[in-house]
């Protein structure tokens, strides 16, 4: 079935530094995929998607680009603020399936 | 953009009494409303898929008649937690799909925290 595998955290930064969070899966077919965020306390948002290969996802300076060759979907941002301390959640969904499989998610915290 | 809320946010409730969650699409008919529970560590676990008109199709280990879930029209699904236990206690979280037959993302609630004393 299809499983998605997320880098463990807490992923703790100072602010400016440069952020990867590691995502890869496993999925029949050529599924889509997604990264989500969850600020503390509220549920989870959409922050970037691709729906196929090399197709790159971009929102709020995260970027993520759909690699077919290495089943990846890694989540990265050149300078990290406090204000991205959240939890984020790498998702897919194969095109026979309208139920998506979530990662465990991973914390990233920020220090001023 | 697609709106989803979810009342209450926060529910205190003693051992043994009922618990009702309401998750609305706001802008959207939802055809499809998926109910999660979130655990300590953030994982997310799939509880049901809540589906207009018909029976909610639970996840394997999921009590039906423990969580009950009715999606009585295109905008309202409701989670009831029957004779709630400590071990309730959760962060459940619904959400929905704005097209029904595309793989497109889920709208979220914002969650509501229970908690049983």
């Known amino acids: 079935g299809d499983s998605v595998t997320q880098m463990e955290g807490p992923v703790t930064l100072s602010e400016e530094a440069c952020l990867t969070i590691?995502?890869?899966?496993?999925?029949?077919?050529?599924?889509?995929l997604f990264w989500y965020v969850q600020y503390p306390g509220e549920g989870l948002q959409l922050l970037l998607k691709a729906t196929k290969a090399d197709d790159k996802g971009s929102n709020k300076g995260f970027e993520a680009t759909y690699r077919k060759e290495t089943t990846s979907f890694h989540l990265e941002k050149g300078s990290v603020q406090v204000s991205d301390s959240a939890v984020y959640f790498c998702a897919l969904q194969s095109g026979g399936s309208y139920i998506p499989t979530f990662g465990r998610g991973t914390s990233l915290i920020v220090h001023p | 953009g697609a709106v989803v809320s979810q009342h209450p946010s926060r529910v205190i409730c003693k051992s043994g009494t009922s618990v009702k969650i309401e998750c609305r699409s706001l802008?959207?008919?939802?055809?499809?409303m998926f109910w999660y529970r979130q655990f300590p560590k953030q994982s997310l676990m799939l509880m049901a898929t809540?589906?207009?008109?018909?029976?909610?199709?639970?996840e394997q280990g999921v009590e039906k008649d423990k969580f009950l879930i009715n999606h009585a029209s295109l905008t309202l699904s409701t989670l009831t937690v029957t004779s709630a236990h400590p071990e309730d206690s959760s962060f459940y979280i619904c959400?929905?799909?704005?097209?029904?037959?595309?793989?497109?993302?889920?709208?979220f609630g914002n969650g509501t925290r229970l908690t049983v004393t």
């Open positions: 809540s589906n207009e008109g018909s029976k909610a199709t639970y």
């Open positions: 802008d959207f008919q939802a055809t499809t």
């Open positions: 959400s929905a799909r704005d097209r029904s037959g595309e793989v497109s993302p889920l709208h």
């Open positions: 590691n995502c890869t899966y496993t999925a029949t077919g050529y599924p889509s």
